[in-house]
C-alpha cells in the first residue's frame, strides 16, 4: 500500500507550486501581497501533485546516483522505447515504431518547435476551447494567429465537439494545423471513439496537421478507457502524438516526454532544430523508464484515491454549494468547475479566493483560452485533509459575500 494521505512540505525547494505563484497565476512579483503568509495557502492550483513518488522510482534513482557519474547523456539503445512500448501495449493496445519515438524536455517546449517546423507566417492554428493556456502561447511564440472552436456545453457540466464549428474553422483556407487534447484539459473529457472518429475525418478532409496532447492518458477514472488519437488514424502521416510519465507520476521537474512523429521528413527537421541537441536529463531517463517498468501498481492506488477525491468533492459541493456545476472529471486530476451562480462575469476568481480564503487556484480566459468565464480549475491530486481544508474556506468566502 501507498500512503497518499502523507502531507509533504515542500516548502525551500524552488518549487513552482509554493514559489512561483506570483508570477505565473497573478503577473506579480514579491511585492504583491495577500491577507495570507505563504504557507498559508492551499494550493490547489498548478498540475502537478502533492503525493510522493512512488517507491520504486525512487530506487531506481538512488541507484543511478550511485553511479556517482552525470555526464552528457542521450538515448542510445533501444531499453527506454521497449520499456515505454510494453506500457503502450499493455494499456492501450498501441503501438508505433522505435524510428518515430523522439524526446523533448516537455510537451509545451515541443508545441514551440513544431509550430516554427509546421506554420508559416500567414497560417493558422485551430484550437478547442477552454484550452491551456500555453496551446496559445505555442503560437503566439511563432506569431502565429489562433482560430477558436468552443466547445458545447450542457447544464450538467458535460462538454462535447461542435463539428460544425470546427469544420467551419477547419475549412478556412490558412488553417494549417490542429491542437488536440486527448483527454481533455481542462474538462476532462475522455474523448469516445465515435468522438475522435469524426474529429479525424474532418481533420483529413482539409489535409491539416494534427497534433494530439495525451499527457493526461494514464489518469482515467476507473472504468472508463482513453483511446489512442494514433488508434483512430493508424496510416495518417500528418498525426503527431505526445505523451509524458512526468504527469502520470508526479516527475514534472525531471522534463522527459515523448513526441511521435510519423512523417520522416519533419521527424528529422524536429531532431535537427532540437535546442537540447539531442541531450537529455540522465536522472529524467532513469526516472521515466523506471516509471513505465515499475509504476503499474502505483499508479493504480493512486486512480482509486483520486476516484474518491472527486466524489469527495462532488459531495460537498452538492451539499454546500449547490449551485456549483461540476461534472466528476473522465480523466486527469483537475476538476473543472462552473461558478457562475455566484459570480458575476467581470471578477476575477483567482484573485478571489486568494485574498478571500486562502486558495490558490486557477479558472477564467486569462488563464484558459476562451470558453471559461467564471470556471474554475481545481487540482485534486492531493490528500483528501487538505482539499476538505480548501473547500471550506472557498464555502465560507462565497457564504460571507451575501
Known amino acids: 500500500m501507498y500512503n ?32 495570507y503568509k505563504d504557507e498559508e495557502f492551499v494550493r ?53 515504431p522505435q524510428e518515430q519515438l523522439c524526446f523533448s524536455p516537455g510537451i509545451i517546449p515541443a508545441l514551440y518547435q513544431l509550430v516554427e ?39 450538467k457540466g458535460e462538454f462535447f465537439p461542435d463539428y460544425e464549428d470546427f469544420e467551419e474553422k477547419c475549412s478556412n483556407p490558412k488553417c494549417k494545423l490542429v491542437f488536440w487534447c486527448n483527454p481533455h484539459n481542462p474538462t476532462g473529457r475522455v474523448w469516445t471513439k465515435e468522438e475522435l472518429s469524426k474529429i479525424a475525418e474532418i481533420v483529413r478532409k482539409y489535409n491539416l496537421w494534427l497534433i494530439s496532447d495525451e499527457i493526461h492518458c494514464d489518469l482515467t477514472r476507473q472504468g472508463k478507457q482513453y483511446t489512442p488519437m494514433a488508434e483512430i ?31 520522416a521528413a519533419t521527424r528529422e527537421e524536429f531532431r535537427n532544430r532540437d535546442k537540447m541537441f539531442g541531450m537529455v536529463n540522465p536522472m529524467s531517463l532513469t526516472a521515466a523508464k523506471a516509471a513505465y517498468d515499475k509504476g503499474g501498481a502505483w499508479l493504480e492506488q493512486l486512480r482509486k484515491y483520486l476516484d474518491d477525491n472527486f466524489t469527495f468533492v462532488k459531495s460537498f459541493l452538492d451539499e454546500y454549494l449547490p449551485d456549483a456545476v461540476m461534472n466528476i472529471s473522465e480523466a486527469t486530476y483537475l476538476a473543472w468547475v462552473n461558478l457562475s451562480a455566484y459570480f458575476s462575469a467581470e471578477e476575477d476568481l483567482p484573485a478571489f479566493f486568494a485574498n478571500n480564503a486562502g486558495v490558490l ?12 468565464e467564471r470556471y474554475i480549475r481545481l487540482n485534486l491530486a492531493m490528500p483528501r485533509s487538505v482539499i476538505q481544508t480548501g473547500l471550506e474556506r472557498m464555502r465560507d468566502a462565497i457564504g460571507k459575500r451575501g
Open 44 to 96: 490547489m492550483w498548478v498540475a502537478d501533485m502533492e503525493f510522493g513518488v512512488a517507491p520504486e522510482i525512487l530506487d531506481e534513482l538512488r541507484k543511478r546516483i550511485d553511479r556517482r557519474i552525470f555526464g552528457y547523456t542521450g538515448v542510445y539503445d533501444s531499453g527506454y522505447y521497449n520499456s515505454f512500448r510494453k506500457w503502450c501495449l499493455d494499456h492501450y493496445g498501441w503501438d508505433f
Open 361 to 372: 487556484l486557477e479558472g477564467g480566459n486569462g488563464l484558459f483560452v476562451g470558453n471559461a
Open 233 to 263: 488514424m493508424p496510416d495518417y502521416q500528418k498525426l503527431i502524438v505526445c505523451t509524458a510519465p512526468t504527469k502520470t507520476f508526479n516527475l514534472a521537474g525531471l522534463a522527459f516526454s515523448n513526441v511521435m512523429i510519423r512523417d
Open 117 to 155: 517546423i509546421l506554420c508559416a507566417s500567414d497560417e493558422k492554428i485551430l484550437l478547442n476551447t477552454p484550452a491551456y493556456g500555453y496551446f496559445l502561447h505555442a503560437a503566439e511564440y511563432s506569431d502565429i494567429d489562433m482560430l477558436l472552436s468552443p466547445l458545447k456545453k450542457n447544464e
Open 4 to 35: 497518499f494521505d502523507e502531507i509533504i512540505d515542500r516548502r525551500n525547494t524552488n518549487a513552482l507550486n509554493t514559489d512561483g505563484f506570483r508570477g505565473y497565476i497573478f503577473h506579480a512579483g514579491p511585492e504583491k501581497k495577500f491577507p
